[in-house]
């Protein structure tokens, strides 16, 4: 049985890259390629909805502890730091800094920069 030729003319191809479509077609007697450029799409218009208010972060929160021991004794730096205020008459503060000397036995504070005292360690 004989088997049919193939025809020589081989079908359209068609490519496409990127926005550009490249057609290429051949035949026996000329070679032609066409090239055309796509149009954008319109872009649609939405009515934006409000962005949903952010929730706040629970801030994160670090356990800290200082223990100072001196001479067999010791004391919690949070216990400094209220009997800081109470030696005071302080209630609230922005910012409380305690400097220790247990070698004198005595505790040094300074509450908001405008507020100086001292007081027995142990």
């Not at 801030?59 to 109470?86: H, S």
């Amino acid at each position: 049985m004989a088997r049919a030729k193939k025809n020589a003319a081989k079908p359209a191809d068609t490519e496409v890259k990127a926005d550009v479509v490249i057609e290429e077609t051949v035949t026996p007697e000329t070679v032609e390629i066409k090239t055309e450029t796509k149009k954008p799409a319109a872009k649609k218009t939405s009515a934006k909805k409000p962005a949903a208010p952010k929730k706040a972060a629970a801030p994160k929160t670090e356990e800290r502890k200082v223990v100072i021991q001196f001479d067999g004794n010791e004391v919690a730096g949070t216990e400094l730091i209220d009997k800081a205020k109470a030696d005071a008459g302080i209630k609230t503060a922005k910012s409380v800094v305690v400097y220790v000397r247990p070698e004198i036995n005595k505790v040094y504070y300074v509450i908001d920069d405008n507020t100086f005292g001292n007081f027995d360690l142990f």
